[in-house]
């Protein structure tokens, strides 16, 4: 029993420094390893894993804004219609095929990561004049090169379109927020990567807390089995933000882009009725 | 100029902190065949894990306040928002 749970913790340290290092979460290593190594049943290891969604931006945020790359005003701003999208959205997402959005969003996932793929070397957008209205202007320094780097969040009103329907559907799908909010800062707003996994690292924790307090009064949460996991992803969450700062940028894009692909595979798989 | 953020990061880390040592407590417990106490701090653990969110929201509210109205703003309406989710989560939960 307790080789298992030293077991458990030791994937959890694992999916929490990944988690945090891309913006993600963990959930996607969390639940999988879970359900399918350890038995688990489904809904339970959600439940754990939300609770782990929430270690790994606690853990994250904490580093990420004291480092200045988690942006907190523009994750705010882009949470605010996340979790709009998931308390109204969810009713209407829900009128609609499943599994025709999954196959959807695995297409939609497929050209953003190869336009991450395409742009991943290239410095972000020079930062000229005043911000517009709802663009915010903000800096941060690169740890590997040392420079301080400016950049603008651009398109936040379709940013913001973006999160209300991925709020949405992270209902629906089961789909976690951080393969939509680190695309949606650097493709659509051109946030460099950096401070998108970091400000996404951020804006996890808030919409995870909703969805546990829904397993929580379930009982769909085993809290000792909660307990080694949120350890383990505290402990790798934490190393995996202080160890993002020596990972080069192009390399941060290639992870997260393995992690959409991923995504984009579930979602297939589950457009195809497996 | 930077945004502040010290408390914000001290609320994160307070609730990751007193979590990580109700969590210890529960895992110790276990290991000495005490389930009920190993239960009680776990479940403990997990609500100020779950609550921890909600206290960085408010420590971004309490320090912004002065420097930085959009933020307050936003992180009033998130955690509005999530209070409504997590209400409406539990009544469906029933």
């Known amino acids: 029993m307790i080789a298992l749970e030293l077991f458990v913790f030791a994937a959890a340290v694992g999916a929490g420094a990944f988690g945090a290092l891309v913006g993600v979460g963990g959930g996607l290593i969390i639940v999988p390893m879970l359900s399918v190594f350890f038995g688990v049943e489904v809904h339970t290891a959600i439940g754990v894993s939300l609770l782990g969604v929430i270690a790994v931006s606690t853990s994250g945020a904490a580093s990420y ?151 929580l009064s379930r009982g769909q949460i085993d809290v000792v089995l909660a307990a080694v996991v949120v350890l383990g992803v505290f402990v790798g969450a934490t190393v995996g933000a202080r160890l993002s700062r020596r990972v080069p940028r192009n390399v941060l894009s290639a992870l997260f882009v393995l992690v959409a692909g991923v995504f984009a595979a579930q979602m297939l798989i589950r457009f195809a009725g497996v | 100029m930077r945004e502040p953020v010290r408390w914000t990061i001290l609320a994160l880390r307070a609730g990751q902190l007193t979590a990580a040592a109700f969590f210890g407590v529960a895992l110790v417990a276990q290991l000495l065949i005490q389930p009920e106490l190993s239960m009680s701090a776990a479940t403990i653990g997990v609500l100020l894990v779950i609550a921890t969110p909600a206290a960085s929201l408010l420590a971004t509210i309490a320090e912004s306040w002065r420097s930085d109205r959009a933020t307050v703003v936003a992180a009033i309406l998130v955690l509005g928002v999530l209070l409504v989710a997590s209400g409406i989560a539990l009544l469906i939960g029933r």
């Open chain 1, 65 to 215: 804004l004291h480092s200045g790359f988690a942006n907190r005003r523009l994750g705010l701003t882009l949470l605010v219609a996340t979790a709009a999208g998931g308390i109204g959205g969810g009713y209407v997402a829900g009128l609609l095929d499943a599994r025709a959005l999954s196959g959807l969003f695995a297409i939609v996932l497929v050209l953003v990561a190869l336009q991450m793929l395409r742009s991943r070397g290239r410095p972000p957008e020079e930062v000229v004049g005043e911000a517009a209205a709802l663009e915010i202007d903000a800096s941060y320094r690169e740890p590997t090169t040392g420079e301080t780097i400016g950049y603008r969040a651009r398109n936040v009103p379709i940013a913001l379109g973006v999160s209300v329907v991925a709020g949405a559907l992270s209902g629906l799908m089961g789909i976690g927020g951080g393969v939509v909010n680190v695309p949606t800062m650097n493709v659509l707003m051109g946030v460099p990567i950096r401070v998108a996994t970091a400000t996404s690292t951020f804006m996890l924790g808030a919409t995870a807390a909703a969805s546990a307090v829904l397993y």
